[in-house]
T-cell receptor, first 109, second 118 residues
């Protein structure tokens, strides 16, 4: 079964400081990994996916198959980054997503 | 496009009452998902439909929960009878599950229904 672990529930960082959200997964095949974000009073939305290999809003995430990780990083946090972040996994050929429990990020001005 | 539409946005009910949550997926999408979000358990998949057919309902907590999708533009999640531990935010999401570019299979979420059972 596929599983995602996000160890820290709450992360507080100062504006301008780096932020890193950890995500580890367990899956025996070739997974697809995603980060979803939910800003206050907004819908859950896709932030980025590992196959795109792109930077969105300054965030990047690299899939490390050796460490089974997909950590989300941003070098300089902004106040608008305050949100709930979910890591999610999906196996190829299956459209079912399994989410981690989420990280609440608070950026302190 | 208004995106995925859910109603009601908030529901407060007493224990034992029946609760029905509604979802209208994005037009043209062929998969629909119901999730439950709680502080303790995060975001859990309850059930998903493909082409109006339930594919995986293994996440449905118990027989008190049922979901239907009578047509491509409407789905309901019903709890009968409701209990305080059902209090959560319930999300509906939809996706287009056929390869049609980078956004294929991407799930689009509704605003959620916040359910409180007293």
């Amino acid at each position: 079964a596929q599983r995602v672990t996000q160890p820290e529930k709450l992360l507080s960082v100062f504006k301008g400081a780096p932020v890193e959200l950890k995500c580890n997964y367990s899956y025996s095949g070739s997974p697809e990994l995603f980060w979803y974000v939910q800003y206050s009073r907004q819908r859950l939305q896709l932030l980025l996916r590992h196959i795109s290999r792109e930077s969105i809003k300054g965030f990047t995430a690299d899939l490390n198959k050796g460490e089974t990780s997909f950590h989300l990083k941003k070098p300089f946090a902004q106040e608008e980054d305050s949100a709930m972040y979910y890591c999610a996994i999906r196996s190829y050929g299956n459209n079912r997503l399994a989410f981690g429990k989420g990280n609440q990020v608070v950026v302190i001005p | 496009d208004a995106g995925v539409i859910q109603s009601p946005r908030h529901e407060v009910t007493e224990m034992g009452q029946e609760v029905t949550l509604r979802c209208k997926p994005i037009s043209g999408h062929n998969s629909l998902f119901w999730y439950r979000q709680t502080m303790m358990r995060g975001l859990e998949l309850l059930i998903y439909f493909n082409n109006n057919v339930p594919i995986d309902d293994s996440g449905m907590p118990e027989d008190r929960f049922s979901a239907k999708m009578p047509n491509a533009s409407f789905s309901t999640l019903k709890i009968q009878p409701s209990e305080p531990r059902d209090s959560a935010v319930y999300f509906c999401a939809s996706s287009l599950d056929s390869y049609s570019g980078p956004s294929s299979y991407e799930q689009y979420f509704g605003p959620g229904t916040r359910l409180t059972v007293t």
